[in-house]
């Protein structure tokens, strides 16, 4: 069964256009070879890190969209842990998400709950009786 992932990945900032690209290809034809489809990537570019990764504060940020049964992952994963260019990775299963959600219905419901909680406020206090 195919399903959908998405794998971030962090090279190292001292990397030239060049060896980015080489890298960017190699796990491209890799995931291509292990019969994954519809490959989308994204290079967001050299970005600052949260916190520091092997002493370093910057890195190049590229994203993979692709469909693919699961099986390309950890050998994927594998070669960029022994690789040197490959500082950090994540790769997640997206959710096939439906065109409706219960979370649109969810205001709606709310609307009533608002306007219930407008109304005693709405209405004028009762006179207190006095003792006399």
Aim: aromatic share 8%.
């Amino acid at each position: 069964m195919s399903r959908q992932y998405e794998m971030i990945f962090i090279l190292r900032p001292d990397l030239s256009e060049e060896q980015v690209n080489q890298a960017v290809t190699k796990y491209q034809e890799f995931l291509t070879e292990n019969n994954a489809s519809d490959l989308e990537t994204k290079i967001w570019g050299k970005r600052r890190l949260a916190y520091p990764i092997q002493k370093k504060v910057d890195g190049i940020y590229v994203q993979f969209n692709y469909q693919a049964d699961g099986t390309q992952i950890a050998p994927l994963e594998r070669m960029m842990r022994l690789g040197e260019d490959v500082m950090r990775y994540l790769t997640i299963k997206l959710d096939d998400v439906s065109p409706e959600t219960p979370e649109e219905e969810e205001p709606a419901q709310e609307e009533p709950a608002a306007e219930a909680q407008e109304e005693p406020q709405a209405t004028e206090p009762e006179p207190v009786a006095s003792e006399s």
